[in-house]
């Protein structure tokens, strides 16, 4: 079961704020989807090798060569507030 | 001797590499030429994480870490693949940071270093590739900061993050560490360690009876030295007034010479690893031959190289290897001269000039010292204008014959000494007269009125020899 103490900090990881009523509704839900996957926890898996990957491939590399980088105007479109070609972002601690 | 390590110091590094040789970034063809570039102009989709954008591995990196692996005598894994780390922080606009988890590419290597009791082993657990998050620009300082600038450029360049064990047992082990690192990566010539930036370090510190301390941000080696004496220093006065060591994340303000407590709420398993869906594993173990055939000397090789080749002694040719610019600038000279006598010049005489102007060997040419170190044993200038000749060119510029000419340098001839020896034996009595009762010193005072005459140019040895001769009678 997943605590609402634990629903708020998921939330504080992702930058959302959740209110003491959406924690508790969270806390339900979250708990009922690990609950299914709990289900995946009966499978016998006893000799079958680990799947790092879905799709069956290895080794996909590109050779070192220099692309085209976006115009700054361009990188900066998504940004609500820019100085001096940086994205401007609320003070960090 | 052995070294006791009485507060039983333990100092494990992490060191990041940024492998800014390379033409492109980790996962996307953005140049690496950032350097002196407008903020956000070498940034893509892919290292900007915008939706749909897809990475590719670059190849010349995964080779890059895999020739440090092999450096360092590290094993090439069997498997490796790269994982997401979570963590949301403007430095990296994705949410998580591409980098490498319980399958890094390399392992179980080892350095040797100069250490405190003679040579000392430091092992190195394992080195992993990742990508570098952007920069960050506090406006104001970091209590009072206004906001946040953010520049992507650097974000997605390619790392490689080398970790060791905590064997280090000293600030002093530690620096010795990060300039044998620094040494042996010059000479794979995977980086270039004088851009900002490009060797990063995070120390993990502990003493006797306590927990140990991650200190982050330290940005060269004589920072690392700084961080880690101060908190060896911390923590000692802590468990002595019969506080608490706590595993914790420490900031090192470079400017104070301090770390400080960084509290933070997220732990490690709330990095929420997993496998990177973007990026397929990677099976590149087959590499290793050719990479390794590829691998040039490394620095303790060479040093012995140098030593059963040249027949020069062991101080000269760490001094040497220590630098493979350096190195590569002595076997040129020494391929001209007496190597022995260009061990003597280049690794005391110049390179020692060169560390007092914090120039690099490339501030001087290699036919210039040889040239100079001729004019010394065809006996033209003496051994101090030849050093005067160095200096002048450092600091001045010119050629050797310029100095020599403009500064009157050449050695005057012996007859002229001679007359210089009468001159001062006949206008220095008294000095004569105690030098004749037995005042040894007084023969250093005659030496030295010589050489004003002859403006230095006269070999000191030879106007005491002459001295000596002169007053026998
Ligand atoms: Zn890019």
Redesign the pocket.
Known sequence: MITKDEVEHVGWLARIEIDDAEAEDYAVKLSSVLDYFGQLDEVDTDGVEPTYHVADIMNVFREDVVTP?LDQKDVLTNTAEEKDGYIKAPRII | MVYENPDGVMVGLEVHVQLNNLNT?MF???STQYHDAEPNT???????GLPGALPVINKRAVESAIKIGMALNCEVVEQTQFHRKNYYYPDLPKGFQTTQYDFPIVGNGKVVIEGEDGEHVVRITRAHMEEDPGKLIHMGSIEKSKGTLIDYNRS?MALIEIVSEPDMRSPKEARRYLDKLRNILDYLDVFNGDLEGSMRVDANVSVMGGQRAEVKNISSHKGAERAILYEIMRQKNLLRRGGEVVMETRHFDEARGVTISMRTKEGEHDYRYFPEPDLVPMRVSDWAPAIREELPELPDAKRARLISEYDITEMHAKALTSDIRVADFYEVVAAAIDPRVAGTWVADVLKGELNYRDLSVDSFTTDDIIEIIKLVGEDKVTEQSAVDVIRTILDNGGTPMEVVTEKGLLKVKGDVVTEAVSETIAENEAAVQDYLGGAEKSLNFLVGQVMKKTKGRADARQARELLVEALKD
């Open positions: 980088s | 970034k996307c063809g953005c070498h940034v893509c989709p892919v290292c900007m997605g």
